[in-house]
Structure formats: structure tokens, C-alpha cells
């Protein structure tokens, strides 16, 4: 069993900053795909940012310039350093990692943009 634990959401003004963290349990090891979703209210879960296997990563346009996606393979854990933050990037973020051919998921971490 994989176990996904995220932190770090909260609620924060336009133009500020937050870190999400998503540490992983159980029975994983080594270097894994991993990644963060978001959702918004009557929205679909949309792609936020990527890792690969080969450390190639990937941004949605919408975060590129504000979002910064690290991972600390010793910690099994991945981060995502938000900046810049608007009221759009209101959501549930999800982290995931893909391990022994299963996606595996994050509760979710609730993000709240406001003034």
C-alpha cells in the first residue's frame, strides 16, 4: 500500500505564496513519477505540474513563472512552490505518484486566493 499525505494549503491573499508538500508511505522506494492536479468548484481536475521517472518536468501554462514543482527522492516527497498566487488558482490540489503501473492520490489540500 501507497500512502499520499499533503500539506501546506491554507488560505492566502493575491500575489502571495504558499508550499505544498505530498509525502509518500508504505511500501515505495526509488525514483517514480509524481505530480500535482488542482480542481475547482465545477471545474475538472486539471494537470498543475509533472515530474518524470527521468526528472523531465512539465507545467500547465497557466502556473509557468509562478509554480515551482521539486522533489527530495530521499523523503519521498514531492513540493510545489506556489507564487504569485491569484484568485483562479483557487482549488483542491491533489498530488499523485505513479508507482508499479497504479496512479496513487493525495487527499487533496484545499488553496483559497482571496482578499
Known amino acids: 500500500q501507497v500512502q499520499l499525505v499533503e500539506s501546506g494549503g491554507g488560505l492566502v491573499q493575491p500575489g502571495g505564496s504558499l508550499r505544498l508538500s505530498c509525502a509518500a508511505s508504505?511500501?515505495?522506494?526509488?525514483?517514480?513519477?509524481v505530480g500535482w492536479y488542482r480542481q475547482a468548484p465545477g471545474k475538472q481536475r486539471e494537470l498543475v505540474a509533472s515530474?518524470?521517472?527521468?526528472?523531465?518536468?512539465t507545467y500547465a501554462n497557466f502556473v509557468k513563472g509562478r509554480f515551482t514543482i521539486s522533489r527530495d527522492i530521499a523523503k519521498n516527497t514531492v513540493y510545489l512552490q506556489m507564487n504569485s498566487l491569484k484568485p483562479e488558482d483557487t482549488a483542491v490540489y491533489y498530488c499523485?505518484?505513479?508507482?508499479?503501473?497504479?496512479?496513487?492520490w493525495g487527499q487533496g489540500t484545499q488553496v483559497t486566493v482571496s482578499s
Open positions: 508504505g511500501s515505495i522506494s526509488g525514483i517514480y513519477p
Open positions: 515530474i518524470t521517472s527521468s526528472a523531465r518536468i
Open positions: 499523485y505518484v505513479d508507482f508499479r503501473e497504479m496512479r496513487h
